[in-house]
């Protein structure tokens, strides 16, 4: 071949990557990968509208026991649920066995077990809908509907890295106190004619209790993970201070993504970008609280980062916490998977399939509707900020393509 036909031959090479290139930016799905991301989008859809009258038909098997095979290395549920409205209702309403004081932290939370042996973790409702968090963008109680948006955040933005959640009502009187530990029953109070608990946490105290409406009290309830998956916590390495007038490198220090890639675990396998996926994924709920993050144990950096604890969130729909994108803009990096599922859900989609999920939920609504409002504004601001880096970085070291499946053991 002569080297003027190399040359050309060359040139429509080029020109065909960089059209593939261009496809993604345009969220078209002009090649194989976004083909297969715009099938995978199809499923949720499909999927995303779930029944409140779901029951357990064709299995002899529970419902945690169905929840508990669908956790793997890189996921807590499948691509494909079709019991998850039956084991979210099972959530909803199964018969409480015992309750405790919740695990260590610093919000009030109590430790349930369902009929059959099953953990959970139950949050108390603490604002109304409609109620704003002033000051710090981690400021306030945990918000128990936040639990369950993010949950069906989750499930859209196609991660499945969220344990399952739902909203429920529990009688105080007749659910609780009865199956209820002397440790949590110590905590229990009334307030004129509500009954309240305040539990045991570090920001635990009488004087600041939850309080049930009469005995009917509000909730969230957060599906334990199976034990045969145990948790190893992280320092989050944009994790904040917390401390007036000190700051985290990260947030003086613009070349510290550099630093970070040079650490176990992120200078090698998918834990970096999922840090950069869980960025975007707390910048559109507004979660500025991710201090430390759990996986396996064990991974050697291999598992997912789990989206636990969500409850620091849709506090406050008017502000927008752009230092939570630190991670995409200092490293200037996202998985190819990732952004087409954002440019999917642009022009309102998102907050559309948002609303259509949050239906389901016994508590629905479960958001005030700034909320979702601002669900598509930040999205705008977080494709607005990859475009960025792809104009100073180039698209090949903007979008990378990581799609790393291990098999359930």
Known sequence: MKLKQRVVLLGAVLLLLGLAKIFLLDGNDGTTASRRDLRAFRKMEAGLTLSRAARLTHTLQSPWEIASQWVGPREVFPEETPELAAVLTSLSSARIERADVGYKGTQLKALLV???????????????RDYVVEGEPYAGYDRHNAEVAAFHLDRILGFRRAPLVVGRFVNLRTEIKPVATDQLLSTFLMQGNNTCFYGKCYYCRESEPACAVGELMEGSVTLWLPDVWPLQKHRHPWGRTYREGKLARWEYDESYCEAVKKMPPYD?????LDVIDTAIFDYLIGNADRHHYESFQDDGGASMLILLDNAKSFGNAALDERSILAPLYQCCMVRVSTWNRLNLLRNGALSAALRQALTFDPIQPVLAEPHLAALDRRLAGVIATVNQCVESQGLDNTLIEDRMNLPHP
Do not use: E, S, T
């Not at 369902?114 to 109304?128: A, I």
């Open 114 to 128: 369902l009929d059959g042996g099953q953990k959970v973790v139950f949050k108390p409702k603490r604002y109304n």
């Open 268 to 272: 090698a396998g998918p834990r970096l």
